[in-house]
């Protein structure tokens, strides 16, 4: 038997109480920051929704309006747990006492006496997820009322340090086998970068083409937006009333259905089609291409092939597209998000080697890829498992069911490997 088994079973012999976080502290925010109080750079960072559990500030306040709200508003103190209320909800950082401040209303942390409910307690009882958030809206928030509604398990001080250390213990743990297959998995990824450069660099005799010479369309479609004369263009920038035309006139090529069906949703998401194989080059600023064969293709910015192109054409195209990505990224324009040129992309010359090399560099480079990304294979999985069973474990300790607790509390001390 554990200690943490013995500490139950003597404690709390009839079940642990649970409170409202509204009994055990009040919700705190740090005052207001109005924009024009901010900068670029500066003394103290001001951390936002999207930057404070990063730890990235993108905005900055001086030292004198730092120190003249810290003293006079609500201020964390060092352990505090810092909770994020809108967009990714439920987000949680342990304050580390460095000077920083935070945007209000979206975190905030529950002021309370660390003699009922320790910190680092707190901390792994949030991971768990216990609040409702208000949807229906624009956005979801975790609002104030909810947080301090929201029922945790509260035992003695002795239990919860107990758990604090098992946790903490298994999350180390965690960690350092996360970061070897992490450091292994990205090693992995570079080997795959390395071959696929490797198979794609051909010496002068294969010939390179631009992107606009190697597809074309049915010259029916005399509405499409042409970038070379005499040429209707298999690679376009279209817009959705246009894709859904070519759609209508069924001459992109399919690998299953032989049709599309189910276009939707055009004016909100740009337009989506249904089992198309398509290359997707997202706005954004950065090349991060996608090759789609199924469903739900966004089809704002899209490089497709029309019915009579060879098997693997459209695929090796990816590839060679995914190998020259500081050559698309530097084809982006606009201001605050960035669009792909496509005139400009469809510049971009390849090599293009026989139909039989094409094939065999793309049954290779499927295969490499599908071992460095699938999540069912490989070091992914291992990784997303362990970290299933962290979550699992941290679960079931903070359950307080007894007898499930007891026996989630020895597994987790034997998996740790550091039982006292």
């Not at 003695?156 to 960690?175: A, G, H, N, R, Y």
């Not at 189910?262 to 706005?283: D, F, H, L, R, S």
């Amino acid at each position: 038997m554990s200690k943490l088994d013995e500490l139950i079973k003597v404690l709390c012999p009839n079940g642990v109480e649970y409170k409202k976080l509204g009994d055990i502290g009040k919700v705190s925010m740090c005052k207001r920051i109005m924009k024009s109080e901010t900068s670029s750079e500066g003394d103290i960072p001001f951390y936002k929704i999207g930057t404070f559990w990063k730890s990235i500030p993108n905005a900055y306040i001086s030292k004198d309006l730092f120190e003249k709200y810290k003293d006079n508003y609500p201020y964390p103190n060092k352990g505090d747990i810092l909770i994020s209320c809108s967009g990714t909800i439920g987000k949680t950082v342990i304050f580390d006492g460095k000077p920083a401040y935070y945007q209000d209303s979206n975190i905030v942390w529950i002021k309370h006496d660390e003699s009922l409910v320790l910190n680092k307690f707190l901390y792994y009882v949030y991971q768990s997820k216990p609040f409702t958030i208000s949807v229906g809206g624009t956005i979801s928030r975790l609002y104030n009322n909810s947080i301090e509604k929201t029922k945790i398990p509260v035992p003695p001080l002795p239990i919860q340090e107990k758990i604090v250390s098992i946790l903490d213990s298994f999350t180390e743990l965690t960690t350092e086998l996360t970061t070897e297959l992490t450091t292994e998995l990205t090693n992995r990824k570079k080997q795959y970068e390395y071959y696929r450069n490797y198979m794609l660099t051909f010496d002068n005799k294969v010939e390179l083409k631009p992107l606009w010479s190697l597809l074309f369309f049915d010259k029916r479609f005399n509405d499409v937006e042409k970038t070379k004369q005499s040429k209707v263009l298999d690679f376009i920038h279209v817009s959705a009333k246009k894709l859904k035309k070519l759609l209508d006139y069924g001459d992109i090529k399919l690998l299953s259905t032989g049709k599309f069906d189910g276009y939707t949703n055009i004016n909100i998401a740009k337009g989506y089609v249904n089992n198309g194989e398509v290359i997707t080059i997202p706005a954004g600023g950065t090349p991060n291409l996608k090759y789609w064969n199924g469903k739900f293709v966004d089809a704002g910015n899209i490089l497709c092939s029309s019915t009579d192109t060879n098997k693997y054409l459209l695929k090796y195209i990816y590839y060679s597209l995914v190998n020259k990505c500081d050559i698309v990224s530097q084809y982006y324009r606009g201001g605050s998000i960035k669009h792909p040129d496509m005139k400009s992309i469809i510049e971009i010359k390849l090599p293009i080697p026989p139909l039989q090399i094409q094939e065999k560099i793309v049954n290779v480079l499927d295969h490499f890829e599908k071992i460095c990304s699938d999540l069912q294979i490989g070091l992914p999985a291992e990784i997303e498992a362990r970290k299933k069973q962290y979550e699992y474990y941290r679960d079931k300790l903070l359950s307080f069911d007894l007898n499930v607790t007891v026996d989630s509390a020895a597994n987790i001390e034997r998996e740790s490997g550091r039982s006292n």
